[in-house]
């Protein structure tokens, strides 16, 4: 069973994306995990990618291992919501059906514009805003 | 030996020797061999004839490759101070066409010196790569968005041993490290941790002769 796309194991808790959350195989594999590996038994750090201005949503295995309640972890919560759009878009250029090069190109804008948040050349923000709008077409 | 002043039973050695330097030897008679170069030494030619020819041996700097045969030590000092091995250029190499190289001591730096290490390109494939080196920059099969590793495989003769460090190739390709997965070069580490951006790092011990991968630390530099 392979990792899902968009569901990243950090090492105090794992990220993932509304859309991605919604799929009954991903939580299937996230059960999977924990039950072969304790230390995998981690909250579940949850962005809506339909309004990243929402708050995340924590969630953590239940005791019988085969769902899922809600957490709070504020903290867990306000460190994925600082990198939210950097998680949506670089999701959404992963799962692209771009070339290779383009995948590159635009993850690494992405990760300087939204992760670093420096400042592009105008070209590469205009190209950058472009290729992203394209793909939510 | 010189001429006029050897005397023989026929008294032609005079006759046969009129330069200095020269010496008398017999082919068929008499013959005198003319003194040879400065350097060169008196040595039996191909015509089993006396003949001056250039010292054979090492004459320093040897300006051709030296070639030792199997299994022949070059030896440095006999127990008593320090030995040394100069090198005064650019890099100075040490070539292993097969095998590797084995200290048969402990190993320092001086003071001020630094051990780097190199670091080497892999692929997934099937869950696994092999290890070449210190550092794997891990990419995911078919340049897939998301790939699974579960396996390094450090266990060759010249691997076993390593400490290795992994990282993604690139950042739009995510290398899944699954923790304890059963069987073969598997990662012993608390939790599985994806390598989901090139800043993220982890940090194993192949320890000597053991098949599994001991986790050291992970960084998760990109959120």
Excluded at chain 1, 24 to 44: F, H, M, Q, W
């Amino acid at each position: 069973m392979k990792c899902p796309l968009g569901l990243v194991y950090r090492k105090n808790c794992i990220r993932t994306l509304r859309s991605v959350w919604n799929k009954k195989s991903t939580k299937d594999y996230v059960i999977e995990r924990c039950k072969a590996v304790a230390g995998n038994c981690l909250p579940v750090l949850v962005i809506d990618d339909n309004d990243i201005t929402q708050e995340a949503k924590c969630y953590f295995i239940n005791h019988t291992f085969d769902g899922f309640e809600e957490y709070d972890d504020k903290i867990l919560c306000r460190r994925v919501e600082a990198i939210a759009k950097y998680s949506v878009t670089k999701y959404n250029i992963q799962k692209s059906n771009k070339s290779k090069e383009d995948k590159e190109k635009y993850v690494l804008l992405n990760e300087r514009l939204n992760y670093k948040h420096e400042t592009l050349e105008p070209k590469d923000e205009k190209d950058f805003n472009k290729f992203v709008k394209g793909l939510q077409n | 030996m010189i001429a006029g002043a050897f005397s023989s039973t026929s008294g032609k050695a005079d006759t046969t020797m009129t330069t200095n330097g020269q010496i008398l030897y017999y082919n068929s008679g008499r013959q005198a061999l003319n003194i040879g170069d400065e350097g060169k030494v008196l040595t039996v030619s191909d015509a089993d004839l006396p003949a001056w020819e250039t010292a054979g041996g090492l004459s320093s700097p040897l300006t051709s490759d030296l070639v030792y045969n199997d299994s022949v030590k070059a030896a440095f000092g006999t127990g008593g101070s320090d030995s040394y091995i100069n090198h005064d250029g650019s890099n100075m190499y040490i070539e292993t066409s097969t095998g590797r190289l084995i200290h048969n001591t402990n190993a320092s730096f001086a003071t001020g010196k630094c051990l780097t290490l190199n670091r080497d390109a892999a692929t997934i494939s099937s869950g696994s790569i092999t290890g070449t080196a210190n550092v794997m920059t891990v990419d995911t099969e078919g340049a897939a968005s998301t790939d699974d590793l579960n396996y390094a495989d450090y266990t060759g003769a010249a691997l076993t041993g390593a400490f290795f460090g992994l990282v993604a190739t690139n950042s739009a390709r995510t290398v899944v490290l699954k923790a304890n997965v059963a069987g073969g070069s598997s990662f012993l580490m608390p939790a599985d941790f994806s390598l989901d951006n090139g800043s993220d790092f982890a940090y194993f011990s192949a320890v000597h002769s053991f098949t599994h991968n001991y986790g050291i630390a992970y960084s998760d530099n990109a959120g």
